[in-house]
């Protein structure tokens, strides 16, 4: 067996390229060697800013020798009528190196999806692992480099190179690949560029690991994070306080550093009197810093303490050079966002919306003012299809005045000096002026939640009036975008993050459990965008049908759902959402009783036999065997078990009523000639079937569901 090492060393990359590059270079190169039979024991990964490493251990020494079958003409065309070889087959003979008088021994015959095609079996004997790996490891590179080339205007790595580790079985592996800028592959790495800059001489990857761990340097990205994240915690609590956890930028700081050290620092008490959300979004923002806050506190105001923590890429501060060029940053940086704060006051958000008149969505698509206009139609359109599932007074119909002045204000941020230095804080700094100005909790927590939730994992926004809100401004982004003839998203590129939208979109509604209409909302968004759109109503709700059904088949497997148990749902058809999670989740229940299986099976059977015959009533007159009438009979028993339980959608219920038909389905099969002779007995027992399958089809389309995983 044989182990290999690859390290690409180069200038500081951007924190949040590292992640997704390293997965992909060592995703490409494992799946390389996968196809080619040469599978690793062990695939290990490293990653800071200046370096990506991918190890394998327990690769095979060569490559298994095989068969390798060459093409030539069809068949059909190898020989004219008196049997002679064709032009053809001889032109196919001589590129391969057979003689005319060789042809009938050398040649076979295989079978195509086009047809039968002559062909050659040769034997290829099996290269070198190190042959194999200067083969993959530049095309793997360069697929690297091509695929960012329209992102970054360059045929070179994303960052100058300045180093490359190429290591099998502690000897150098070489190879050619211009995207390096021309760097040869040698067995030294340097453990920090400023701190350590010396060569170091390693052999395999235990040996790198502790060589750069001698000077400090945590290789390992998970390692390298809770390092920092047990720093700060060690930091934090000699200060009598704890970070205001964020996830988000401690995935950034470790990306950021390659040694997790960590250095605090304070600014002045009179800045805690700013909305603690920007605050805390200033020291994230501006300074890459965690806020601290009295232990157990919620992070308002009045826990923060003027303290920030950050990571340095070294062990210590000794002489404080660091801390205090972080001090006077913070100083500036929030003396800049007070500014910025208290100018944004002078002017109430209903003032501001005037403003939005000057600022462009898009330019086919109008101004956000004229977004505005639509989302207050929509909101209204979409509570009145709420409120019409719901008893009078219920919580749909209460939000549509907080909904309905929520819209006003959605985009008034947008013309903030805050939101204008840091867009990110779109949305919260809306929902906090609106808070200040006396609104009502559901209007301003409507406009701070409205772009949650951003990830499958985030929460969605508090109470009614914010989730329809934040629906439909999704929703007409998609179908303002979807009207456009570059909208419609492709493998390779979704240039408006439609999948982006629609995922939320989806997000909301299952989670608030919202009833609601989207093609009818669809159709109604695209008749306030007038003629602004390229397209007709009928191509932007197809496509925006097709849309959300990739969005929905990725979230519920996001979820946890199997893919069978999710497409068994949608095969129904239902466009009711909160309905379609519950019979997914219907499905997961019942999954593993003893059963299922035979449940699946027997679905199967019988869609195999009914598919395509004409719906009939079953004629009680005809049924002549015992157990067809035993069918038939548990069936409508079955049914109005099965009624009875989808109307209060107890869908697990539903399932196992059906369960019970098993027995008398292996009897009647048994026992009963389906395709009888008799044109009328077969139309009568093809009839109970189809009784069957309706009761098998109430929840899902069981036939979808793979039985394999049923089983196991």
């Known amino acids: 067996m044989a182990d290999y090492l690859l390290e690409i060393r180069s200038q500081e990359m951007a924190p949040e390229t590292l992640l997704p590059l390293l997965r992909r270079l060592a995703t490409r190169l494992f799946e390389d060697l996968m196809s080619l039979g040469l599978p690793p024991d062990e695939m290990v990964t490293a990653g800071t800013l200046r370096r990506m490493a991918v190890s394998f251990r327990g690769l095979p020494e060569r490559e298994r020798d095989r068969q390798e079958e060459e093409l030539g003409p069809p068949v059909a065309s190898a020989r004219d009528p008196e049997g002679r070889p064709s032009e053809a087959l001889l032109g196919f003979a001589d590129r391969v190196g057979v003689a005319p008088r060789d042809i009938d021994d050398s040649f076979t015959t295989v079978k195509t999806e086009r047809g039968d095609y002559v062909a050659r079996m040769r034997e290829v004997e099996g290269q070198p692992i190190a042959e194999v790996l200067r083969t993959i490891v530049p095309k793997v590179l360069n697929e690297l480099v091509r695929e960012s080339e329209g992102r970054f205007g360059s045929r070179r790595w994303l960052r100058p190179v300045t180093g490359i580790l190429s290591i099998l079985d502690g000897e150098t592996l070489p190879f050619d690949v211009e995207v390096l800028d021309g760097f040869e592959a040698g067995t030294t790495t340097i453990a920090h560029a400023f701190l350590q800059p010396e060569p170091v001489e390693i052999s395999n990857w235990d040996d790198y690991l502790e060589a750069l761990h001698r000077e400090g340097v945590i290789p390992r990205i998970t390692e390298r994070r809770a390092a920092l994240k047990e720093g700060l915690e060690q930091v934090c609590g000699d200060t009598g306080g704890e970070c205001v956890p964020d996830e988000q930028l401690l995935d950034r700081l470790t990306a950021m550093v390659e040694i997790p050290g960590v250095v605090q620092g304070s600014f002045d008490a009179e800045h805690l009197s700013l909305p ?250 695209v008749l306030l965008y007038g003629d602004r759109l390229d397209r007709g109503a009928e191509a932007i709700v197809h496509d925006l049908r097709i849309l959300l059904d990739d969005r929905l088949t990725y979230f519920l497997g996001h979820r946890g759902f199997d893919f069978d148990e999710i497409e068994a749902v949608k095969a129904v058809g239902t466009a009711n959402l909160p309905d379609l999670v519950l019979r997914v989740e219907a499905l997961r229940s019942v999954r593993d009783d003893d059963g299922f299986p035979a449940l699946v099976r027997s679905a199967k059977r019988i869609a195999n036999i009914v598919e395509d015959t004409p719906e009939h009533e079953v004629d009680e007159e005809l049924l002549e065997a015992e157990a067809e009438k035993a069918l038939h009979r548990a069936a409508l028993a079955t049914s109005r078990d099965v009624q009875s339980a989808a109307e209060r959608r107890h869908y697990v219920d539903c399932l196992r009523a059906v369960l019970s038909l098993a027995p008398e389905l292996d009897r009647f099969f048994a026992e009963v000639l389906v395709h009888h002779e008799d044109e009328r007995l077969r139309a009568n027992r093809l009839a109970i079937l189809q009784e069957c399958r309706r009761l098998y089809w109430r929840v899902a389309r069981l036939r979808a569901m793979n039985v394999e995983t049923a089983d196991a």
């Open 276 to 525: 603690h959300e920007l605050l805390t979004a200033s020291l994230h923002h501006d300074l890459h810093a965690f806020a601290v806050r009295k232990t157990g506190g919620a992070g308002a105001a009045e826990e923060l303490l003027p303290i920030f923590l950050t990571a340095i890429d070294r062990g210590d501060d000794p002489d404080g050079v660091i801390r205090t060029g972080l001090e006077r940053a913070c100083a500036g940086h929030l003396a800049d966002l007070r500014f910025h704060v208290d100018n944004d006051r002078r002017r109430p958000l209903a003032q501001r919306t005037r403003r939005l008149e000057q600022l462009v969505f898009h330019e086919r698509l109008g101004t956000w003012a004229d977004k505005g206009q639509r989302l207050q139609e929509l909101v209204q359109a979409a509570i009145r299809d709420l409120a019409s599932r719901e008893a009078e007074g219920g919580v749909w119909a209460t939000a549509l005045e907080p909904a309905r002045q929520a819209a006003t204000l959605l985009k008034a941020d947008l013309t903030t000096d805050v939101v204008r230095r840091d867009p990110e804080l779109r949305g919260t700094v809306g929902g906090l002026y609106a808070r200040e100005e006396g609104y009502v909790e559901p209007v301003w927590q409507a406009v701070y939640d409205q772009y949650r939730p951003a990830s499958p994992e985030n929460p969605i926004p508090r109470g009614a009036a914010g989730r329809v809100l934040a629906v439909v401004d999704r929703l007409d982004a998609l179908v303002g975008f979807l009207g456009l003839e570059d909208g419609t998203p492709t493998a390779s590129r979704d240039p408006y993050a439609l999948r982006r939208r629609a995922t939320g979109l989806l997000h909301i509604i299952i989670d608030a459990e919202m009833e609601l209409d989207l093609e009818i909302l669809a159709a109604r968004a």
